[in-house]
């Protein structure tokens, strides 16, 4: 497992030139963290879409991904990035896409396979900076 700082994240998501956005979704809840840092950094608005298929031990704990609560965004946004920070199967960011049908969606990932790779030399499992246990 690689280890990454949020140093090296931030480096990673700031020198990505993403361009022609106009809203950040990101996947709940491995998307979260990073499509905040993009949205603030765009100065765009931030919802997010609950979708779920892995475990916290990257096992997948449904046959398919599952929307876990309702979506609905607003038709004013036209151009959205939908931003998760691993792309394994591309299940769930399949599924998140088609939640996004009538939008124009440009994909970011950390790692694995989207329009945007933050860190696309990296093949295995990372240990993400902001996944620590508060208890």
């Keep these: 497992m690689i280890e990454l700082s949020f140093k090296e994240v931030l480096k990673g998501l700031t020198d990505l030139n993403i361009a022609d956005v106009d809203h950040v979704v990101a996947i709940g809840q491995g998307g979260l963290v990073p499509a905040s840092i993009v949205a603030y950094n765009l100065n765009l608005s931030l919802s997010s879409i609950?979708?779920?298929?892995?475990?916290?031990?990257?096992?997948?704990?449904?046959?398919?991904?599952?929307?876990?609560?309702?979506?609905n965004l607003p038709n004013e946004f036209k151009?959205?990035?939908?931003?998760?920070?691993?792309?394994?199967?591309?299940k769930t960011m399949l599924a998140a896409k088609n939640e996004l049908k009538d939008f124009d969606v440009k994909t970011m990932a950390?790692?694995?396979?989207a329009d945007y790779t933050v860190f696309p030399e990296i093949k295995s499992c990372v240990k993400w900076p902001w996944k620590?246990?508060?208890r």
């Design 79 to 90: 151009k959205i990035l939908l931003v998760d920070d691993a792309v394994v199967s591309g």
């Design 132 to 134: 620590v246990s508060i």
């Design 110 to 113: 950390l790692i694995g396979n």
């Design 50 to 71: 609950h979708i779920n298929y892995r475990d916290s031990s990257n096992s997948p704990r449904f046959k398919e991904p599952k929307l876990l609560m309702p979506f």
